[in-house]
C-alpha cells in the first residue's frame, strides 16, 4: 500500500445547520459552543424545532481527513455511516474530496448519525448530535494495513463517547507504532476531556499518543486550572507535541522545551466557527506529514482554520492546496 | 380556512449543491444553465463524478413559497416527497419557513427528487434533476379547500414533466377561479418552454392562467423570437399580467397597455444564481396579494432575488421581512 499522509478516525456525521437566536439555545437547554450529546427523542424534538437548514457532511476527524486531502495530501479515515441516505451522502463527499474511505457500512439500524448545529448571530456554533451508527464503530472497522502506511493516525477525542470505538484506537496505536508511525488526538470538547480526563492523560503520558491538539479550553479543562500558562507547561510534558489553539489569538506549539506562537489570518467576516480546530489540525498534520517546519505547520493549520469560519459549514469550499500557494506555504 | 396569499405547486426537491469548472459541464454533456431532466442511472454516475457537496431544500415553487413565508406572507405548498430521509429533510425545512405543507408522501420507490446543480465560478447553476417521487403528483393532492383560500395559486412550467401534475393544476385552475381566486406560473426554463410551447400559450390564452413570470430567455422561447421587445408585446396580449425578469437589468411589469420597468439591486458578490428566478416570484407575489402597486411588486422581487444570488443554496438565509423593513417596502 502506498504512504498514506494522515489516517482521521471518528464519528462519521451529517450536519444539520440552521441560523438561530441566542435565547433559542437558554429556552432548548442547549449549551452553546459545545457539543451536546443527544439521544433519539431529543433530536426529534430538536428538529422540530429547528429552522430551516443546510445539510453538509461533518464530525470532527471526517472534516481533518477532508481537509488533509485538499491540501493534496493523502487521506483516509475510518467512520461508521448507516445504509441510508445520508450515509450515502457521507460516503460520497469524503470520497470526492479525495479521501480513502471504505469503513463498511451498518446495514440496520440506527441511521446515519447527525448533529444539529445551531449558528448564533456571534458566529458560534452549538452541535447536538444523536450517535446512531456510530455507537458500532469498532475493532473489527480497523484496516491495518491503512493504519501501518499512514504517517499520522490521528482521532478524536469524541470517540470515547461512543462504545467501542475506544478499543479500535489502542488497536491502532499498536499497529502505528509497530510500524515506527505516530499517534495523533484532538481533545475535542472542553466537556468531553470532562468526561474523560483520566483516560486522555493516561493515552499521552503512556505514549500510547504522540501529538496532541486542543484549544485553549480544552486544555484548561484537562488539568483543570484557569491559568492557560500552566496547562501548556504541563501539556508540553505530557506529550511529544502539542498545538494549543486560541480562536483569533492564534496558536502556541509546544515540543520539549521548543514553543512556537502562530498568529490567526485576518478574516473579512465570522460566519460560523464550525470545523475550525479540525481544519488547524488538518492544515499542522498536511504540513508535518510533508516535511514542514513548525512554524510552518502552524501557519497552514491558520490558513485552513480561517478561512473554514468565513462559511457556512464544516470543509472549505476553497481547493487548500490553492489557497496555501498563494501564501507563499504550498 | 384562513385566507393564504400564495399556494405554490411544483416539484419537491432536494437540491444537491457543489462547485465545478465549465469544463466539468462539457465533459458531461450538461447544458450550461439549464434545468436538464436524468434518470436514475444518470443520477448515479453524474454524483459519481461529482465533488463534495451541500443539501438544501430546493425545488423552484418551493423556493417561492419559502420566500413568500420569509417576507410574512401566508404560504401553503403541494409537493410530492417520499417516506425517506431527504424527504423528512424537504417537508421540515418548508415548514421550519411557516409554510403550510401536507401532500402526503410517497410510501414506496422512487425516492424523494434530487437535483445536482453545478455552480461554475461565475455563478451560474446547471441543474440536473432527477424527479424521482414527484412523478406520483396529481389531481388526489389537490386539497380544495387551501386552493379555494389562496389568493393566488402559482405553479412551475417544471411541472408538465412529469405525466399527472398537469391534472392537478387544471383542477386547481377551477376551483381557484370558481372562488374568484387567481392562477399563477412560472415558464421555469426556456427548454421547458420548448417543450410544453403550446400548451403553455393554451393556459394564457384560455385564461386558465392569469400571472406569468418568465425571464427574457423564457419569452422569447415561447414565442420562438430574438427580439425581447416582441416577446414583450406579445405577452402582454397573451396573459392579464406578466413579469419579466432580465437579471442584472431588472424586470419589466406588464398589464395591458401599462409597462413598469425595476431595477436589480445591487450586489456585492455574485455567488450561486440558484433561487433568482424563484425568489424575484416570491417577493412579487407576496407584495401582488398584498396590496403593494406594480413597481413595489416588481422591487420586493428584485430584493429577494438579489439577496439570494449572493449566497450558496437556493433560499435566502435572511428573514426577507427584515430586508424589506430596511429598505422601506414593508
Request: glycine share 10%.
Amino acid at each position: 500500500m502506498t504512504t498514506i499522509d494522515v489516517l482521521c478516525i471518528g464519528n462519521a456525521i451529517v450536519d444539520i445547520i440552521a441560523r438561530c437566536e441566542e435565547e433559542f439555545l437558554t429556552d432548548n437547554g442547549i449549551i452553546k459552543g459545545a457539543m451536546n450529546l443527544i439521544d433519539a427523542e431529543r433530536a426529534e424534538l430538536l428538529y422540530d424545532r429547528m429552522g430551516p437548514a443546510l445539510e453538509a457532511s461533518g464530525g470532527s476527524a471526517g472534516n481533518t481527513a477532508a481537509g488533509v486531502a485538499s491540501f493534496g495530501g493523502a487521506a483516509a479515515f475510518f467512520g461508521k455511516v448507516a445504509k441510508d441516505q445520508l450515509g450515502d451522502i457521507y460516503a460520497h463527499d469524503i470520497r470526492a474530496q479525495g479521501v480513502r474511505f471504505a469503513t463498511a457500512p451498518l446495514a440496520g439500524p440506527p441511521p446515519t448519525a447527525r448533529s444539529m448545529i445551531f449558528v448564533t448571530p456571534d458566529g458560534e456554533r452549538s452541535m447536538n448530535t444523536y450517535l446512531g451508527a456510530c455507537v458500532e464503530l469498532g475493532p473489527e472497522d480497523v484496516e491495518e494495513a491503512v493504519v501501518a502506511a499512514s504517517k499520522v493516525t490521528y482521532f478524536e477525542g469524541y470517540l470515547w463517547d461512543p462504545p467501542r470505538a475506544k478499543e479500535a484506537i489502542r488497536q491502532c496505536a499498536s499497529i502505528a507504532h509497530a510500524n515506527g508511525r505516530e499517534m495523533s488526538m484532538t481533545l475535542s470538547d472542553p466537556f468531553c476531556v470532562d468526561r474523560y480526563r483520566e483516560e486522555f492523560l493516561d493515552l499521552m503520558r503512556s505514549g500510547t499518543v504522540d501529538i496532541v491538539f486542543a484549544n485553549a479550553s480544552e486544555a484548561k479543562s484537562l488539568y483543570q486550572t484557569d491559568d492557560l500558562e500552566e496547562a501548556l507547561a504541563r501539556i508540553a510534558k505530557d506529550c511529544r507535541l502539542a498545538a494549543v489553539t486560541r480562536s483569533e489569538l492564534g496558536s502556541i506549539v509546544l515540543r520539549g522545551d521548543e514553543r512556537v506562537e502562530i498568529d490567526a489570518i485576518e478574516i473579512r467576516e465570522l460566519v460560523d466557527t464550525t470545523g475550525a480546530g479540525d481544519l488547524y489540525a488538518a492544515g499542522f498534520l498536511y504540513g508535518y506529514t510533508n516535511g514542514k517546519t513548525l512554524d510552518e505547520c502552524g501557519r497552514l493549520g491558520s490558513l485552513a482554520a480561517g478561512l473554514v469560519i468565513q462559511q457556512v459549514g464544516p470543509r472549505p469550499m476553497q481547493q487548500l492546496s490553492k489557497e496555501a500557494e498563494k501564501v507563499g506555504l504550498a
